[in-house]
């Protein structure tokens, strides 16, 4: 085998084109010869290029695994940015609502630490107690719109009864008419809300604003509840309901504020005046509905 192979290299010696005495054979052996060396020259190139690219895909392999490294940690990182961006613009609404209400309420911003799965449109935990001067019943919103109440306090932390529980009522009325007023219960999910005890007579269109009536010791008036989505009658036939969406998502709640106390409140739609009839004497406006 060694002097075959030995053989076959000289014979590729002296058939190269560099060559210039050439035996007599060397013209027939070169031809013989020719397509073996073209095989071991594209051997030859295949195997370099195989090592190439083994080398070549070895690296690609290092950069592709720190390329994605690198495209985790700036994901993790667009994650945190639009974390503390949602938060910057709950924060920032909060702060606008406070500042535009403080001659109207003391406002106290607290956080929202716990939620119960089983009970999650019932109530929730808030960071602010007695410690902050929070009380039972006082009233909890946020920016746009009436959340619940308190119903315990410990000395840094506080149970907020959600506007949504079966449990909740608020006196409440329509903010377009003045006129219409009604009571808003809790249905126990997170889509609507039930404005009850409604004359049937009464006026009361979908699109409508729901605000707080202010009847009673717990709610301030005029705190926005929601929009009339539908008007149902009851089975007696002498009143309706109406049924309520409400400002507040309650799905999404992370930061409230707290009523400490209220200082004044102004009605954003003051009760018109009443208008001269033909006669020219006063017309008489219809008192609200108990």
Sequence with gaps: MLIIVFLFFRIMDITGWMEKDMFLVG??????????????????????????YISDNETLREENAQLRDQYTQLQSQLSEFREVRAENIRLQSLLDYKISRIENYDLVVAQVVARNPGNWYQTMVVNRGSNDGVACDMSVVNSTGLVGRIVSVTPNSAEVLLLLSNDA????????????TGVVVGTGDSGTLQMI??????????????????????YPKSLPIGVV?????????????????PFVDFSRLEEIMIIRNIWKIEDPD??????????GSDSVVPEAAP
């Design 197 to 218: 005890h409604l004359p049937h007579d009464m006026e009361i269109e979908p699109g409508q604003t729901v605000i707080s009536s202010g009847l009673g010791d717990i």
């Design 229 to 245: 989505q539908e008007i149902v009658m009851d089975p007696n036939g002498l009143t309706k309901q109406a049924i309520v969406t």
């Design 270 to 279: 003051p009760e018109p005046e009443p208008e001269p009839d033909a006669e």
């Design 27 to 52: 013209k027939p052996l070169r031809e013989i010869a020719l397509p073996f060396q073209h095989f071991a020259s594209v051997f030859g190139k295949a195997v370099g290029n195989l090592g190439d």
């Design 169 to 180: 009522a608020v006196g409440s009325r329509i903010f377009e008419t003045r006129l219409t």
